[in-house]
């Protein structure tokens, strides 16, 4: 794409046509360049033509002349707002779809036992992160194909499939201890295969073990609803994490114990199965010394 003072190889060449159409008048040629020129710096920021209406009708303008440059440039402005923000694979209606109304399934209910004070209820309740609050995530991370992302007590599946159908990262992975929630996260892969086509590249890995036993030392990028996590689940993040030359970044929603990890600072205000309000922080760590969070 274009510098925000480059003109489109198309801009160039309306500019030099008109410039040779009326060379034997020079300052009424130059009168045509201004306002072609400004058009196509006002498409660049604005594709739209409802935004450029009102400058194509302005008295002195050469309608016609703004007009082709705008046919010229409409396709290329079309590709470059695609490739700036691709449509998402699968959107809220197709996560609805698979995994059904998931951001308050029982919420009550979830809340109830995970503000229980037996460890073992809280470490089995469910709870997970809301795919807008997802998004409002992935923003902030600057991330490339090779990353590898890891959600780390990832349940029925939902945050490792969407990051999976939605990013470029080539491979993702969850791990759920719970067989339960295991098999769940299998059967919604599985139905987002049926019907979506993903490039053959990417892979989604689906393990049902303990986050402290199973290898994901390959992360880049490590999310967990941590929250449910006990202390030995914790000490084991924070350790591993450590232990990650490769690490960019740890998304947790519980802080971690005293550790040797770079805070990048938290994420607030996310939606959760857990909490009625848009109140819930995750907080980021990186092993790395040059990495930072993208600007909200």
Not at 10 to 32: E, H, Q, V, Y
Not at 180 to 188: F, G, I, S
Not at 260 to 289: A, F, I, K, Q
Request: net charge neutral.
């Amino acid at each position: 794409m274009a510098s925000s003072i480059d003109l489109p190889c198309s801009a160039m060449a309306i500019l030099t046509t008109c410039k040779r159409a009326r060379r034997p008048a020079r300052t009424r040629g130059l009168a045509w360049v201004w306002p072609v020129a400004s058009a196509l710096l006002l498409l660049r920021h604005s594709p739209e033509p409802s935004a450029i209406a009102g400058f194509l009708l302005q008295p002195g303008s050469s309608r016609r002349a703004l007009l082709s440059a705008a046919a010229l440039l409409s396709q290329p402005l079309a590709k470059d707002t695609a490739s700036a923000s691709p449509a998402e694979v699968c959107d809220d209606s197709c996560l609805s779809k698979i995994f059904g109304n998931f951001a308050n399934p029982n919420s009550q209910e979830e809340r109830d036992i995970f503000f229980s004070f037996s460890e073992e209820s809280i470490t089995y309740a469910y709870g997970t992160i809301t795919p807008k609050s997802v998004r409002s995530v992935l923003k902030r991370l600057e991330f490339e194909p090779s990353d590898v992302f890891t959600d780390l007590g990832s349940g029925i599946g939902n945050v490792a499939l969407q990051v999976y159908a939605n990013t470029p990262m080539q491979r993702v992975r969850g791990i759920e201890f719970v067989k339960e929630r295991h098999n769940d996260a299998m059967r919604h892969a599985e139905e987002f295969r049926r019907t979506h086509q993903v490039s053959k590249d990417k892979e989604i890995l689906l393990v049902n073990g303990d986050v402290c036993k199973e290898d994901w030392s390959d992360s880049t990028i490590v999310f967990s609803s941590s929250m449910c996590f006990d202390d030995r689940a914790m000490e084991c993040l924070r350790r591993l994490c450590e232990e990650n030359s490769k690490l960019k970044y740890l998304v947790t929603s519980r802080e971690l114990p005293p550790t040797t990890l770079r805070s990048l600072g938290v994420l607030e205000s996310l939606e959760t199965s857990w909490s009625t309000r848009s109140d819930v922080t995750y907080w980021v760590y990186t092993n790395l010394p040059d990495v930072k969070l993208r600007n909200a």
